[in-house]
């Protein structure tokens, strides 16, 4: 059975940093993007970031503040993100998918998802 279980969220003033983690279990996940997603109340869930291997991919709007990494030897993705604002405060969601893939419906596997509360 697949899991992929977030932790790391929480409430954070505007400025600071947060790092979140997503250990996924059940199967291989070496030829699929682990990424993370974010939905806030009333939009549409977005793509954050992924990772394929050793290529990562961005959505434009994190412009250097969000890193993804990735280590293999514990199955677990990370997301670290900087100079967090307001406008970040969402529940945030990693998931696997096909590999590059930036859209959620190219993604099979999701976690149940971590608040994320950014104060201003």
């Known amino acids: 059975q697949v899991q992929m279980v977030e932790s790391g969220g929480g409430l954070v003033q505007a400025g600071g940093s947060l790092r979140l983690s997503c250990a996924a279990s059940g199967r291989t996940f070496s030829t699929y993007s682990l990424g993370w997603f974010r939905q806030a109340p009333g939009k549409e869930r977005e793509y954050i970031a992924s990772i394929a291997g050793s290529n990562t991919y961005y959505a434009d709007f994190v412009k250097g503040r969000f890193t993804i990494s990735r280590d293999n030897a514990k199955n677990t993705i990370y997301l670290q993100m900087n100079s967090l604002k307001p406008e970040d405060t969402a529940v945030y969601y990693c998931?696997?998918?096909?590999?590059?893939?930036?859209?959620?419906?190219?993604?099979?596997?999701w976690g149940q998802g971590t608040q994320v509360t950014v104060s201003s």
């Open positions: 998931a696997a998918g096909v590999a590059g893939a930036t859209q959620s419906r190219n993604y099979k596997y």
